[in-house]
């Protein structure tokens, strides 16, 4: 008798679980569904993410100089380089490199074709933690990163200091003679 | 801990209330009747000061955002407005920006409190948890809150701590631009940044009625450690800890006022004046004094760790120093709460808070700076005066091979006085050799790597073309840098949290504590009435 009922009691109970797990589960969803509007509210809103293009008039940038273009809300070298600085670039391509790249590669338009010597444009942030790095400083005579010291050579790549990858290319290519677009 | 409710309403009103919203009888238990040790010292007045500057700093915000502008364009000239043209303007800003470092003052003096008498030790656990949530929400609304005025410091600091976050793997990139709204600080970020200063202290208030909860359910401890054992070691709230935390309080808001009226931007840092520029980042880089500390364990981390790259070990140990504080509670093994009874630990103590200031200190210096130094650094240059150069074009099959190739060319070059390789594609490159001559040396010495390249370029330019090329053997002594020292206070910091503490617990011979403490009072009284 006493075992009759425990069992139809544990009928009962396992039922009962089984709607709470599922009850639970879908509870769970709904909850989820509810807070990812709110979280993914904070992602780059649609203007922010189109895609924008820069585009740069190269005849204004004399050899030696570079300009500070703004991409997507940040910052681009376009570096005009001369011709002692693209040597140097070139000699160092296979000097010991902390992140190894030849210079060619690091002046390849997007379309995959290949850039000019003279020509540079870099994402101008720090590959550390962000800040912009000064132009023509540093033993190297690129950029010198005045926050915690990462030197750069006039490819942009990291020759000394605490940033782990080379300055990253901004994605351009040329329009004409004298015109890039970036982005 | 203060037991049955003595609060008798006086009045029909207050009675009246009573029965529908004893609200009254909360404010009498908790801050007249409330029993508190009566050998309290003033490191157990810093809780007042913080709740005053709660207040303060939300009666100040809540004023400074009805004038200020959450845009990147204006927002400097709002808060350069709010100081010159809105009526006590300057007054109002002022006592906010001094008051959130007035609130870390107290804050810190607070903390320090409860780790050298044992407050975070059972029955106070949560009590001290709670304590280090509002810390934590503390410093992001201190950090939110610097963004605001978008000066060069607001901008690039929220440029270099959104970065770090970046350093997570796979999903730090995800994360940093989920937090900026966008690819860099901009429009997006200084919104958001201030809806979520303006919703913090909130939140920390919150927070804080939970701390005070937990206090008023475990009751206070005191400098002995030794938990009060009956009513007569107590004495209620009011008048007595009332009159000493106003006393103390009124100190307080002198200090606060010195800086308010007299030197309102000591405390800050000169480059926040210069209106944002994502195009330029300032020389240095600092946060406020507060978070200097932690600023210096992050740049600790200059080295690798296995898998773990420098800026994301660097990253994680920040997080870790503040983490190990919720688990205090647990890693200090020893029974004695106070560090008065505990003569070995109190040594490690001090020596703990003099290493909080030395992490400060490392925080604002320039990470490479030289502290000590075995000697200069030095470099030999050695060159073939006037000697005959020959250039040999150098061929290799394949990249693979190069340096089999250039080998080889120097072994054919045999005999020269010197020689160099320059490689200058993937399989060429030019062997130069050297004969005749004379050799000549020279060995310069300078303070630092940077000077030390200087006088070789300065030997090199003397010298002339009258050396086709040099060879330099650069020596450098051992350093202690900045960063060195930060690397050995931030292990110090560790070690006496996560070794120190759990191994003191159970090896230390605790020092006796006296009968009269350890008795209740009423025994000791009538003993020395004997
Ligand atoms: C936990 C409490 C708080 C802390 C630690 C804190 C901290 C700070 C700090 C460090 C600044 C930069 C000050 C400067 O350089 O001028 C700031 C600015 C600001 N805070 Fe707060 N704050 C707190 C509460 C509040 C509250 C409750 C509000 C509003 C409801 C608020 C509104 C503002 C506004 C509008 C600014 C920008 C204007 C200015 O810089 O003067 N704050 N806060
Ligand atoms: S951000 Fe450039 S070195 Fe740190």
């Known amino acids: ?183 | 801990m203060s037991g049955p409710s003595t609060y008798e309403p006086k009045s029909g009103f207050t009675r009246w209330l009573d029965k529908r919203l004893p609200i009254i009888r909360l404010g009498y238990d908790s801050f007249v009747a409330y029993p508190t040790p009566r050998n309290l010292n003033y490191w157990w007045t810093f809780g007042a000061m913080l709740s005053l500057c709660l207040i303060v700093q939300i009666v100040t915000g809540v004023v400074l955002a009805m004038h200020y502008v959450p845009h990147i364009n204006l927002a400097f000239s709002s808060v350069q407005r709010i100081d010159r043209d809105v009526p006590f303007g300057w007054l109002i800003q002022n006592i906010h920006s001094v008051g959130a470092s007035m609130f870390f003052l107290a804050v810190y003096i607070h903390m320090f409190r409860g780790l050298y008498y044992g407050s975070y030790k059972a029955p106070r656990e949560l009590l001290w948890i709670l304590g280090c949530v509002i810390y934590l929400l503390m410093v992001g609304t201190a950090f939110l809150g610097y963004t605001l005025p978008w000066g060069q410091m607001s901008f690039w600091g929220a440029t270099v701590i959104t970065n770090l976050l970046g350093a997570l793997p796979v999903i730090g990139e995800s994360i940093r631009n989920w937090l900026m709204g966008g690819f860099s600080v901009d429009q997006p970020t200084i919104n958001r940044f201030f809806s979520l200063h303006y919703l913090l202290p909130f939140v920390i208030a919150g927070v804080v009625a939970l701390h005070v909860w937990a206090l008023h359910e475990s009751g206070q401890n005191n400098p002995t450690g030794v938990e009060v054992k009956s009513k007569a070691d107590t004495v209620p709230f009011t008048p007595h800890a009332t009159m000493k935390d106003l006393f103390a309080t009124t100190l307080f808001i002198m200090l606060f006022a010195v800086f308010v009226f007299y030197m309102p931007d000591a405390l800050g840092h000169a480059d926040n004046y210069i209106p944002a520029n994502p195009l330029q980042t300032p020389p240095e880089i600092v946060p406020e004094w507060y978070l200097l500390p932690f600023y210096a364990i992050l740049r600790a981390f200059d080295f690798n760790i296995g898998p773990i790259d420098s800026k994301l070990a660097g990253v994680l140990a920040m997080f870790a120093a503040i983490g190990v504080l919720f688990v205090l509670p647990w890693l200090d093994t020893s029974k004695v709460r106070s560090m008065r009874y505990r003569p070995a630990a109190r040594q490690f103590f001090l020596v703990f808070a003099v290493v909080c200031f030395g992490l400060g200190w490392c925080g604002g210096q320039n990470p490479g700076n030289i502290l000590a130094k075995s000697g200069d650094f030095t470099a030999t240059l050695t060159w073939i005066q006037g000697g005959q150069v020959a250039t040999q074009p150098i061929e290799a099959q394949s990249a693979a091979q190069w340096e089999e190739a250039a080998r080889a060319a120097e072994q054919g070059a045999q005999g020269a006085a010197m020689m160099a390789v320059t490689r200058s594609g993937a399989t060429t490159g030019t062997l130069r050799a050297v004969s005749g001559g004379s050799p000549q040396t020279r060995t310069v010495r300078a303070a630092t790597t940077d000077e030390l390249e200087t006088e070789i370029s300065a030997v090199k330019a003397e010298v002339g073309s009258a050396a086709p090329f040099f060879t330099v053997e650069r020596y450098t002594p051992f350093t202690f840098t900045v960063t060195r020292l930060a690397q050995v206070l931030t292990l110090y910091y560790f070690l006496f949290f996560l070794i120190i503490l759990p191994l003191l617990g159970l090896r230390e011979t605790p020092g006796r504590v006296p009968d009269t403490i350890a008795k209740p009072v009423g025994d000791g009284q009538t003993q020395g009435a004997a």
């Open chain 1, 1 to 183: 008798m006493a075992g009759a009922a425990s069992s139809a009691h544990e009928v009962g109970e396992t039922r009962r679980d089984f709607i709470f797990i599922a009850g639970g589960a879908v509870a769970a969803v709904g909850a989820a569904a509810t807070v990812w509007p709110f979280i993914d509210q904070m992602n780059p809103a649609a203007d922010t993410r189109a895609l924008s293009t820069t585009e740069v008039d190269l005849t204004a940038i004399e050899p030696g100089q570079q300009i500070k273009v703004m991409w997507q809300g940040k910052p681009v070298f376009v570096r005009h380089r001369t011709p002692t600085e693209v040597a140097d670039a070139q000699r160092d391509d296979y000097a010991s490199l902390k992140d190894p790249q030849i210079d060619a590669d690091r002046i390849k338009q997007e379309d995959g074709q290949a850039g000019r010597p003279e020509w540079l444009v870099l994402q101008a942030s720090c590959t550390h933690l962000g800040c912009i790095p000064t132009f023509a400083e540093g033993a190297y005579h690129g950029w010198f990163c005045p926050c915690h010291g990462s030197v750069y050579d006039t490819s942009g790549r990291i020759r000394s200091g605490p940033a782990p990858k080379n300055l990253y290319p901004a994605p351009y290519v040329f329009t004409g003679a004298n015109a890039i677009r970036i982005g």
